[in-house]
Structures are given as C-alpha cells and as structure tokens.
C-alpha cells in the first residue's frame, strides 16, 4: 500500500533511498570494524601471554 | 561525582556498554522503524508542499544530530584537553563519522527537497554554507586524527580543531537569525505553538528525532569500545617491538 507521492515521487523516494543506504553503510562498517578489532586484539593478547 | 569518572577507565566502560549497548540499538532500531514507516505511509501531504514533506522525517532529525554530534565532540575534547582521559578524546574521534554522515544526510535531502520547493538544488544560504563547511570540518577532523601516529598528539591537535570547528556548528543552528536572509526558512520545531509545524507531522518527527538520537548513541559507544581496543593493540605491539 504505496502512499500516492504524485509528481515528487522521485524526490521522495531518492531521499529515503539516499539516506537509509548512507545510514546502513555506517552501520555495517562499525559492526565489521568493531569485530575486526575485537578479534585482532584477542589474537594479540592471547600471544604475549603465550610468551609470558 | 566520582562514580561518573570512573567511566574514563577504558575497562570500566567496556564492562557497562556491554549491558548497555544491545537495548539502546533495539530500541533505536524500533523507534526507527516506527517513525520512517508512520511518516512516509501515515501521514498526509502537505498543502504547500505536498508529499515532499515526507522528507522531514530524515532531513531535520539528521540536521539535528549534525549539530548537536560536534557539540557532544566539544565536550568529550573539553574532558580531554582538562582532564586528560583517554575514553573521551576517543569518544570524539568514534563520534566523527556519524556526523559526518548526518551533515551529508542532510545536505543531500536538502537538495533534493529544495529542487522542487525552490527551484535550486544548491544556494549559498547561510544555513546551506554554513553546513557544508561543518561538513568540512567533519573531514578534516576525521583527516588529521588518521595523519597524526601518536595517539595523543592527534587527540591533542583535533580537540583544537573541533573548538575552531564549534563556531560553524552553532552558526549551522543559528544561521537563520543571525542573518534573517537566504531560501532557507527558520526552526522547524519551537516551543511555540503556533509557529510550530501540526500534530500529525510533529509526533511521527519527534519518534524519528528520539530513533535517530538512539541510534547515534548506540553507534559511539560501539565505536569507542573499537577505538579503545585498537589503542590498545597499537600499545601492546609498540611494548613488543621495543621488546
């Protein structure tokens, strides 16, 4: 059930469409860095304490 | 007072956002969800503006949070310039992105709302201007902290550039009464009632305002607990090299 944008359905739609993709993009990209580093920072740890 | 404080230590903070962390981003997320889908399927076209208006519901909660995210970065380098936590200076520099991402949000819906309602997509309107340069500032901020290799150093040249940065900040929020000039028209919410914009526009706004302002939250903390650990990892193989 589509709301009638009439003649500014274009700009209606890319506004959405612009800005829900720039706020998943962000997202995604904190998630992975955060579980890159997460894992990085584990790997690191458990080797030091490996070499006392 | 002490109990706040205690929070500056990385650990401390890593424990308390690992509770606080999953209800803030269900909560932003919902909130979110419920305020996009009531704005752009439940709500009635405007008079003037006819189903543009629908664009409010990203446009000035995204404005919002480009502001009001520098100023969370004024205070988080105030702390670290007077008080020398290293969570906080790291709490602005994991802030950053997403203001850069609002300003862009709402620069772009800027445009493309005002192509129809002004007939430009672009003018240099003080409110305009003055958000583009607080975009810039966002890049450079972002810049100098990856330019700069010794983490306080940076911590220390990018808390000045974000005091610099304030001014554009605030003239991004006040433009329009200083100048009282330009296409761009004055606040959207006031506590007047009747400046302010009408019920069935302003609730569905004020649930999208609370999800976006959820969700800036839940995003610094996660990326202060990955700026903190990679600060971490930088010092254990720095310790390592030298052996």
Excluded at chain 1, 17 to 39: F, G, N, P, Q, Y
Excluded at chain 2, 80 to 108: C, D, E, K
Aim: aromatic share 12%.
């Amino acid at each position: 059930m589509m709301p009638d944008l009439g003649k500014y359905a274009d700009t209606v739609l890319s506004s959405y469409a612009v800005s829900i993709a720039l706020i998943v993009i962000l997202v995604v990209m904190s998630v992975l860095r955060a579980d890159k580093v997460k894992k990085q920072l584990d790997v690191i740890e458990k080797k030091l304490k490996s070499n006392g | 007072m002490n109990s706040f404080w205690e929070y500056a230590n990385p650990k401390k903070f890593i424990q308390t956002t690992d509770k606080v962390l999953p209800w803030v981003a269900v909560l932003s997320l919902v909130l979110l969800v419920v305020g996009l889908i009531w704005g752009f399927f439940f709500t009635p076209d405007d008079y003037k503006q006819g189903s543009t208006v629908k664009i409010i519901y990203l446009h000035v909660p995204s404005a919002l949070m480009a502001i009001n995210v520098w100023m969370m970065m004024l205070v988080t380098s105030l702390v670290w310039i007077v008080r020398r936590h290293h969570v906080s200076a790291l709490a602005a520099r994991a802030a950053a992105p997403i203001g850069m991402v609002m300003t862009l949000i709402a620069l772009v819906t800027g445009a493309l709302w005002g192509q129809p309602m002004w007939g430009t997509w672009w003018a240099w309107d003080p409110r305009l201007t003055s958000f583009l340069i607080l975009f810039l500032f966002y890049l450079g901020y972002i810049a100098l902290w990856e330019a700069i290799e010794n983490d306080d150093t940076a911590a220390d040249l990018t808390s000045i550039l974000c005091l610099v940065g304030s001014v554009f900040a605030l003239l991004s929020r006040y433009a329009v009464n200083f100048w009282n000039q330009g296409l761009h028209q004055g606040a959207t919410l006031s506590l007047d009632k009747e400046e302010n914009i009408a019920d069935v526009f302003y609730i569905p706004l004020l649930v999208c305002i609370a999800g976006f302002v959820l969700l800036f939250i839940a995003l610094v903390l996660l990326r202060t607990r990955t700026e903190i650990r990679a600060r971490r990892m930088r010092a254990l193989l720095a310790r390592e090299r030298m052996g």
